[in-house]
Structure formats: structure tokens, C-alpha cells
């Protein structure tokens, strides 16, 4: 049951990298960044920003979560794919050097499909034209703790990390406390306590350096809106914001993240890259149906992006 867990987590709650198949690691410190279909990617990073613009979504009055989610309908049926950051650890790459920056638009995680929709929007609200090279950097801003990529560290491993850092920076405002959220103190364990699921932590630096991001997070509680209280505060959740599932896995913050999502009747429901429907999708359930039916989950995180 652990061994699954862990697996479950490391698909679902770390912010793998976006290109399963990409080419070797570039040299540590060199910020380009690489995917396994370059001319597909980039069609599409120049199409949906040009879709954003012309649909009048890449504007200032807009919200940034709600042009997100035009471009999550435009990733949809997009195949998931897991486990892509690793592969560089994989491959005999050093986790204490600069960490490669993936990047692709052709596949995703659930962590990948968020942080990719809101870089396309953010480089769509630039008038330049639309460079993947401007993609990386807002990927890069929202992966890495204080938007610093340095080693294996520095990135956000934990959803609920990568929410409070956004929310400390500017990039998006926690939603918790104002929807009645409920602290969960719970400190989170779960990578030093599964170090075999995680090829990095093989290391004995990063092993004590991630064991020093987990206790500097003790004194951080997640907000969570309980899964009974969903239905209370549903109105009040918008298209495009960001939704984390908590878990009760002890050590464990969420298992899952995805954009709220209003349908044309106004049902609110979950477009995300799943792990077992293969691709990204909008729920045919509605979000209460959707948290309800998730097992040992506790509620969600919800948090709001912003136009930074």
C-alpha cells in the first residue's frame, strides 16, 4: 500500500517535467529548454497565444485563470504522461548541479498542465511575439521556490509549497482563508519517509536538504475547504482557479491538482490532466461529485492566479 502511495505521489503531487522523451540534459546553468516534438510545441505555444489574443482574453480586465482555461480547452485530449522531471536523474544526471528545465506543450502531468496554461497566458499578455524561450522563464517562475532554478531542491515538490510561494511572490492569492479553509498541521514527511520512490534522494545532500525543506514547512499550515463544505462555497470559486486535493495519507499534503472549470451551464467541474483517464479532460462530474469520490481525500486547496 505504500509502494503505491509513493507512486501515486510522485505522478501526481511533484511538478514533473513537461517532455517524457526529451533529449539529453543540457550543461548545468544553461536555461534553454528542450522537448521531444520542438516544432509541435512550439505551433502550439504561437497558436494558443495568438487564439488568446484574438478571443480578446490576453487583456488586463481579463482573468488570468479564466484565459488559462481556454488554453486547457485547447490541451484537451493531450496524453499524460508521468515521471518526465526525473528522467535526467534517470539518465545519470547530478541532482546537486543546476536541474535541466523540460518543457513541452505536447504532454502532460497535472502539475504541468497548470504551471504550462498559465505560462501560455502570461507570455499571451506580452504584445512581443511569443518565444518558447519567454515560456521557460514563466515556467521557470512558478517551479522553483522564489523562481530560482538551482539543483534538484530548489524545486516546489510539494503542491501546497508551490501555492504559498506563488502567493508570497505575486503570481496568485491563497483562497483558503477567505473560503473558511482549515488549518492542516500535519507535517509533510512523505518524500524523506519514501526515499527509495525518489531516485534524487539516493544523494545524502539532497537527502538532508529535502529533509530541511520539509521541516521549514512546519510552520506553514494548508488552508483546506473540507469536502463537506464544497458545495457551501462553489459560487464562489471561479473558472481558472487552482485547485490541490488533499489527502489524508500521512506526510502527504495533496495527491492531485487541476483549474475549477464552469461548463456553459454554469456546473462547476475539473479540467485536468488525469492519471487514469490517459489525457487531458473536463470532468463529466461536478466538483463536489469529483472531491467526494477521491478515497482519503480531506478537500481542497483552492488559490486564485494572478496577472504577474
Not at 528522467?87 to 541532482?95: H, L, S
Not at 489524508?248 to 483549474?259: K, M, N, Q, R
Request: hydrophobic share 40%.
Amino acid at each position: 500500500m505504500l509502494k503505491a502511495a509513493a507512486a501515486s505521489m510522485a505522478a501526481l503531487t511533484l511538478p514533473a517535467p513537461l517532455s517524457a522523451c526529451g533529449p539529453e540534459p543540457r550543461p548545468a546553468g544553461q536555461a534553454a529548454a528542450s522537448s521531444s516534438s520542438p516544432d509541435e510545441d512550439r505551433v502550439r505555444l504561437t497558436t494558443w497565444a495568438a487564439r488568446l489574443r484574438t478571443e480578446q482574453l490576453a487583456r488586463g480586465d481579463v482573468p488570468t485563470g479564466r484565459a488559462a482555461t481556454r488554453v486547457g480547452e485547447l490541451a484537451v485530449g493531450t496524453p499524460y504522461v508521468a515521471f518526465t522531471l526525473e528522467e535526467y536523474i534517470r539518465a545519470g544526471g547530478d541532482p546537486t548541479g543546476i536541474e535541466p528545465l523540460y518543457l513541452s506543450l505536447t504532454r502532460f502531468d497535472c502539475v504541468s498542465l497548470v504551471e504550462s496554461c498559465l505560462a501560455v497566458t502570461r507570455v499571451a499578455d506580452d504584445p512581443a511575439e511569443p518565444t518558447w524561450e519567454r515560456f521557460g522563464r514563466e515556467m521557470e517562475r512558478m517551479r522553483y521556490r522564489g523562481g530560482e532554478r538551482r539543483d534538484y531542491t530548489s524545486r516546489l515538490h510539494y503542491f501546497s509549497e508551490w501555492i504559498s510561494d506563488g502567493a508570497r511572490r505575486g503570481l496568485l492569492r491563497d483562497l483558503g482563508p477567505e473560503l473558511g479553509g482549515v488549518e492542516d498541521t500535519r507535517p509533510l514527511r512523505f518524500m524523506t519517509e519514501h526515499r527509495a520512490s525518489y531516485p534524487a534522494l539516493a544523494n545524502d545532500t539532497v537527502f538532508e536538504r529535502i529533509g530541511a525543506m520539509e521541516r521549514s514547512l512546519d510552520n506553514q499550515p494548508r488552508r483546506v475547504i473540507p469536502t463537506s463544505r464544497i458545495p457551501e462555497v462553489s459560487d464562489r470559486i471561479d473558472t481558472g482557479d487552482v485547485l490541490a486535493f488533499a489527502t489524508a495519507i500521512p506526510g502527504l499534503d495533496v495527491t492531485h491538482s487541476a483549474f475549477a472549470y464552469r461548463d456553459a451551464e454554469g456546473v462547476l467541474r475539473v479540467l485536468h490532466a488525469p492519471l487514469s483517464g490517459g489525457a487531458v479532460e473536463v470532468t463529466s462530474t461536478t466538483l463536489p461529485e469529483y472531491v467526494a469520490a477521491i478515497r482519503r481525500s480531506t478537500g481542497i486547496l483552492v488559490a486564485r492566479p494572478l496577472r504577474a
